[in-house]
């Protein structure tokens, strides 16, 4: 257990949908991290949070939208997503931002039809 | 920016043999090179990593080599056994870039008994 834990685990969802990913660590790391996982393809960083302060936003579309309400939690709200944004969510967490050794949760399996 | 390459994208083995995995990478700034595990429903693990300032790592029957000169990393797994059997990952973070991790594309490594 690396004591990072997301819900949902699985997700489908409709295009017209709104739905939120929930990340918490348990770590009391000061950053968090958002990836998405295709098949495939390398993970690809989405969202960078250090001290509760967004750091990075990855060229990601608006239909992505993070939320860090404190150093433990994580959302991301999704809304009117595509066909093509079915993959597998993973959030991340490090002591701090630069260089540490990241922690990551078991990931949403997020199907969008 | 950073491009991360690895090969091959899938390993088979016999239990007891070695495994290798490379990477390489186009940032001269990149010092910091972790490898992760995923597993079949499970985010990623952290299994070694390395700085530049060394040219090996070694942990029990994993071990990781750099060199510099040529960009280029590797894993080495010795005396495999079928729990081996997952997704690898390497990744290259450079300092300058905020210590952004850039993943390859992963070696799908099968460990058959």
């Known amino acids: 257990e690396t004591g990072v834990t997301q819900t949902p685990r699985h997700l489908v969802m409709g295009m017209t949908n709104k739905k939120s990913l929930k990340c918490e660590q348990h770590?009391?790391?000061?950053?968090m991290y958002w990836y998405k996982q295709s098949a495939k393809k390398p993970l690809e960083l989405m969202f960078v949070?250090?001290?509760?302060?967004?750091?990075e936003n990855n060229s990601v579309p608006s239909r992505f939208s993070p939320e860090c309400p404190n150093s433990s939690h994580l959302f991301l709200h999704l809304h009117t997503l595509q066909p093509e944004d079915s993959a597998l969510y993973l959030c991340?967490?490090?002591?701090?931002?630069?260089?540490?050794?990241?922690?990551f949760g078991p990931g949403t399996r997020l199907l969008v039809l | 920016g950073e491009n991360v390459e690895q090969h091959p994208s899938t390993l088979s083995v016999q239990e007891g043999d070695s495994a290798v995995i490379k990477c390489t990478y186009s940032d001269s700034a990149s010092n910091y090179f972790p490898w992760y595990k995923q597993e079949l429903g499970k985010g990623p693990q952290l299994i070694i990593d390395i700085r530049s300032n060394v040219g090996e790592k070694k942990d029990q029957r994993i071990a990781v080599t750099l060199n510099k000169t040529a960009k280029h990393f590797s894993l080495h797994i010795t005396e495999t056994q079928p729990e081996d059997s997952a997704v690898y990952f390497c990744a290259a973070s450079a300092y300058n870039q905020g210590g952004k991790l850039i993943f390859g594309q992963g070696t799908e490594l099968s460990v058959k008994p």
């Open positions: 770590l009391g790391h000061n950053a």
């Open positions: 991340a967490s490090s002591q701090e931002r630069d260089q540490e050794t990241q922690y």
């Open positions: 949070y250090s001290l509760e302060e967004r750091v």
